[in-house]
Structure formats: C-alpha cells, structure tokens
C-alpha cells in the first residue's frame, strides 16, 4: 500500500491520522495517488488541488524521498520506493503566514 | 424556558455559546475547524439543529460544513462553487480586466421554509444556491452576469457577495450586497436582478450617485417591514421605506458615520444598532472607546450604549457578519470583536458584558432563540 502524509488541517478534515494508506492501479503518480485518496476520502476533494481543472493548490506542496516533486508532471512516474510502500508520499501546506 | 445559542466564526475556527433565556451564564464549545477560517456559520430557521458553515483556508481552499445536531459534530457536505457560464472580466484594483475567480464563500443564508435549502454568497461577487442541504451548489448567474458586472470592482477585503437578506413575506424577493458594487434585488427567486442604489453618495468614487460602484458593508431588514431596510455603507448609514427603490441618509449625530454592522431590535422595528468605526484607514473605534449606538427613531438621532464596555484604550474593529439580536423580549443584541471579545447584552444594549475575551478576531455572530 501506498503511505500517503497528510497536513495536520487535512487529518482533522478527513477524520484520519498522519498517515493515510492508499492503492493505486498502475504506477503510481501525483494524479493516480490524489484520486485514490479523494476517491476513499471525499472531504479532501477540492483541498489539494482544483476540483475541475485537477490543478494543485498553489501552497500545497508534495516530497519523497528528500525532493520536492511539486512542480513535476502529475502523470510522471514518483520514485519506486513511494510505489512500494517503503517511503511516503508527504503533502505539506507550505510554510507561510510568518 | 428558551434558550439562546450564538454561533461565532473566528478566524481560527468556530464557537457555539449557549445560556438559557437569563443569558446571563455561558458555556463556551469549540474551538469547531481549529485552525480554518470561519467566516460564517448560521442555522436554518426552520430545523434550529441544521447549521451551515464556511470553513476556508489559503492553504487548502473552501470547505462547507454541515449539522444536524446543534453544532456539536459537522460533516464536509459539497464544496464545488463552480460559475455556471462564461466568467468574464471585471474590473481590478488597478482599473485593467480581471477575470472572474472563486475565492471563498462569505455568508450562508438558509431558506426561510426548507431546511435544506440555502443560498451562499461568494467571492469573487455571486449566488448560489443548494436544494440538498449543502451537497450540490449551483449559481444563480443573473446576479454575476448582470450588465454592470464587467464594470464592478472589488473593495479593500474583496469582491464579495457578503449579504443576503430575504423577505419574510415572500420568498422570490431576495435582496443581496456586494463590496463594491452596491446593493441588488432580484423578484423572482434569484433569476434577474437589478442594482438598488439610488440615493446613495459615495464622494470616493469617480461619480458619486452612480448607478452601481458603492461600497456597501451590510444591510438589515426586520421581518415584519420588509420594505424597510437599513444600511451600513462605507461611508453613511442609510434608510430605504420602499424595497430599495429610494434610500436616505439617517447617520444622524453618530460621532462617524464609517462602520460595518448593522441590525434591528426583534421587538421594535425602528430600534437600529449600529457600531461606528473611525474611518476606512483607521479600522478601531473612535476615541478607544467601545461604543453601540442605539437609535429608537429610525434613525438621525442616535444615543451611545457603553455601559459595560471598555471606554478607555480600546481600538477593535467589528466586521460586518459580526452582529446578531435573539427575538426574546427585551431582545438580546450581540458582536464580536477583531480582539476576540463577544459583547452580549440582555436588554437591548442598556447593559453589556463579554461572554468571552480571548478568542481569535471574530468575523461572523449569529444568534438563534430555541424554543
């Protein structure tokens, strides 16, 4: 399973932990992770990226393994241990407001 | 014996306060959302346990919340406030186009009749309106797509649609604010509208009777006078006896005539509560003095309510959703402060006193009166 981290607002939003597991059909990308994840938790629609255009929200960001992949394709393959399961997929609000 | 719950969204989160009819002792629940931005939360006066709520964030965008049960658990209902046609443009601070984008909902009214009905006022300016209790939204465009609209511009918080008032004697007939655009008022349930503005003056604009372009910041009616409602401009509290079709000044001997709220005493439809704030670059109370005025007249003549309130070194601001009156009689009148401080006073603003002192700035208080 996929091991996805959710921001603290978003745990409470969702009535989830840290950590939200998550299985995906083929490999596992942004896109194919985010509609796993508002497909079993639909309150987060809308919370991580627009719910039309699918685009993400601009002070969301996504790590693994030590690097930002905010800025990468949606489509594009996220690294191999994510896929596994070894290492989580981090979703951060970015820090702001200080 | 009644009881009174006052439901308080904070720029951290939401709070509900209850007292029986003596609303003289208070339990603070909350916070509700810890963290998110409430900018309004209000209950369906046909099922009091039904509570609609915006919860917002930069971070993580809109969310509606739903209850059923009085406010002590919430669930997301829908958050999809997508424009029903084409956005256009309307005008930026700057005067160049700026396209229309969805921001956040600013005020929920619930339907007078059906509990699961309820219209959202949003940013950037329009209407929606939900059938299924906050599941599906869907714009009411008549508002976003009127002829003015390419020439509206947003106020210093925003182009929002922030007040929606609907008369009690007919449902149709819907009035709505925008800052800046002015006040509308649609006859058939929302499909067309028409600005409302005439006889307002607003020397801060190119043409100060324009047709659309005034910064209003609230208006109220009382249920049994629908063609009476009061207003809270930028600048001047105002006075309409015909639906909107005419408006006159009524500031009176207020020490300023700036502010943000505006309400009415349940009881006595010409006892208005207003809450004067400095100016629009000074966003405290004159004088550090925390002050409601009271006006028993209708208007133009207005006596200061302080006792009980901070008179000395007080410089809070009081946002427009920020004032709410229970229908108990003496009718109960109470705000919340940017310090976090909700006033409630028992007997229609002779006497005050905080419920609480220390909660993030407030920027919405409604009052509901339980049976």
């Known amino acids: ?98 | 014996m009644s009881s009174i719950r006052v439901l308080v969204g904070t720029r951290k989160g939401a709070f509900v306060l209850t007292s029986d009819g003596t609303r003289k002792s208070w339990k603070v629940d909350g916070p509700h959302f810890a963290g998110w931005e409430i900018y309004h939360l209000k209950a369906s006066p046909v099922n009091p346990d039904r509570m609609y709520a915006s919860q917002s964030s930069g971070w993580f965008g809109q969310v509606l919340q739903r209850s059923d049960d009085g406010g002590k658990t919430w669930e997301a209902a829908g958050n999809q406030f997508n424009y029903a046609s084409e956005t256009g443009t309307h005008k930026w601070y700057d005067g160049s186009d700026h396209p229309w984008e969805f921001k956040r909902v600013w005020h929920l009214e619930p339907s007078l009749s059906d509990p699961e009905k309820v219209y959202a006022g949003v940013e950037d300016a329009a209407l929606f309106e939900s059938p299924d209790g906050g599941k599906t939204w869907t714009e009411l465009t008549g508002l976003r797509t009127h002829k003015t609209a390419p020439e509206w511009a947003p106020g210093a918080g925003g182009m929002c649609a922030h007040t929606i008032v609907i008369d009690p004697t007919n449902h149709d007939r819907i009035f709505v604010a925008i800052s800046s655009a002015g006040t509308f008022r649609s006859d058939d349930a929302g499909k067309t509208w028409r600005p409302i503005n005439n006889g307002l003056k607003s020397n801060y604009i190119p043409d100060p009777d324009a047709y659309v372009g005034h910064c209003v910041h609230r208006i109220a009616m009382h249920p049994s006078r629908p063609d009476t409602l009061f207003m809270q401009k930028h600048w001047d509290v105002m006075r309409t006896d015909d639906g909107g079709e005419n408006w006159r000044e009524i500031s009176g001997n207020l020490p300023t005539d700036f502010g943000f709220v505006v309400d009415i005493n349940a009881n006595e439809p010409d006892t208005v509560y207003v809450l004067p704030i400095t100016s629009d670059s000074h966003h405290f109370v004159p004088d550090g003095k925390l002050r409601v005025f009271r006006s028993r007249t209708g208007g133009d003549e207005w006596e200061a309510l302080t006792k009980g309130l901070p008179q000395e070194n007080c410089y809070v601001n009081v946002l427009r959703d920020a004032m709410s009156v229970d229908t108990l009689d003496p009718s109960g009148v109470y705000f919340g402060t940017s310090g976090g401080q909700v006033y409630a006073s028992p007997d229609g603003g002779d006497t005050w006193s905080a419920i609480v002192r220390d909660l993030p700035p407030v920027c919405s208080v409604e009052v509901q009166t339980l049976k």
């Open chain 1, 1 to 98: 399973m996929i091991q996805v981290v959710l921001p603290r607002n978003l745990q409470i939003l969702a009535g989830v932990g840290r950590v939200v597991e998550v299985d995906v059909e083929g490999p596992a990308t942004q896109r194919s992770i985010l509609d796993a994840l508002e497909a079993s938790h639909p309150a987060l629609v809308g919370t991580l990226r627009d719910a039309v255009t699918k685009k993400r929200r601009p002070m969301i960001r996504f790590f693994a393994c030590e690097e930002d992949l905010s800025d990468e394709s949606p489509d594009a393959p996220l690294p191999q241990e994510v896929g596994s399961g070894k290492e989580p997929l981090l979703i951060i609000g970015a820090i702001a407001g200080g």
